[in-house]
């Protein structure tokens, strides 16, 4: 069954056409890598996935609701589909185990010794069980980051999208945020969709690579045959690009 | 005769009712502030949230509120509004009067403080399942808030200044019972002054070493 499914969607801002006829398929426990150049709509993509942006034609399904239809309560959806911001998003008046506890807490109502138990073995998970108490100012990019991936994980969601988790932060700091990234991938249950410049993740992790550019899909293939092969003329030019790096 | 003039101004008994005064000023200042962080915080929220229509109609009386003179609105409520048939007494008119003015001004400070939190503390709390209430009662206002007592406190010091314009519908709060203490007798005048400056000083100081005070905390 998909997870995630777009059907001729169009997204406007403004005059602006960003989601050009976009139609893409994501199974229960897929892991999907989003590549193309800068302004190619990818981030507008994922973003439409959990409502962050609306879209204006097309159906979008996820999780079986239809986020075009102005009934679909979005906040059912969000508990199931949890996101990654490239800029983290944790709460500033919350310790690292508050904003982990917060949302389980209103929203799925779990018992506090529960939730508790849950946080730290998250904290764990992420290698931040010392920092439970710190406020997310004393903490660096990449723990916050962490931080921010143990929140989402905490609702236990179906899906999790990342928008460039790791295009914030130091280079040393990126290999610690993408080993819990593979962790979960691993996790054969669960769908992530990804967006990233880090090619060896996408390489390693990805069962599907996606290429965009120009708000349209242009290459949708298996992980392998996307990198050894790439079908696309503008594909392949930002695959020699990103490589000469 | 200077000198027995600051004594008899200060004869117990005009102490006494120039502080009764003062209870008074810091009663109308402490109802109508309670009151406008209320009504102030809703409407900045109305404001900020953008609801189609209701919100720019909330907007526009609320900027013409925040354009009228304080004066005005108290001769408003005292002096027009019984002509309508609403007769209010005059503590209640001053409070009215002053709560509907604050209101307006502490609901911009609270629309700007909502606008400088980040957009993404709004996304985080709703990409992770939050409502609206809950991302603002939760999330938003309290950081918010931080950012905005030192401006609301600055605003409280107007306000415990403007409640002397009440005496311009003859309220007895304090400026006006020092005027009725130096009219019995032009050597008053003075000394009475010099009290109400140094009275009215130490209330605002007070204040604003408060409004300092969080300034440094939360650097």
Redesign the interface.
Known sequence: MSMIEFKDVEKYYGDFHALKNVNLEIDAGETVVLIGPSGSGKSTLIRTV?G?EEIQQGQLLVDGFDLHDPKTD??KI??NV??V?Q????????SAIENIM??PR??LKRDEAENKRIAMELLEKVGLADKAANMPSELSGGQKQRI?IA??LA?KPKAL?FDEPTSALDPEMIGDVLDVMRDIAADSSMTMLVVTHEMSFAKAVADRVIFMADGQILEDSSTDSFFKNPSEPRAQKFLSQVANH | MVTLGILSAFSGDNINYLLGGLVITVGVSVISVIISLIVGSIIGIIQFEEIPYFSSFVGTINNIIRNLPLLLIIFFVYFALPRIGIHLPIFLATVIAMSTFESAMLAEIVRGGLASI?I??F?????????NM?TMW??IL??AY?KMIPPIISQLISLVKDTSLASGIVLAEMTYRGQIVYAQNSTYIVPVLVMLTVVYFLLNYGLSLIAKWFDKKLA
């Open positions: 959990n962050l979005m906040n969000r508990k949890g996101m911001f800029h983290f998003n944790l709460y500033n008046n919350k917060l949302a209103l929203v921010a929140r989402s609702m999208l | 980040d993404g503390q996304e985080g709390a709703r990409a992770n399942g939050l409502n809950e939760y999330i309290p950081q931080k």
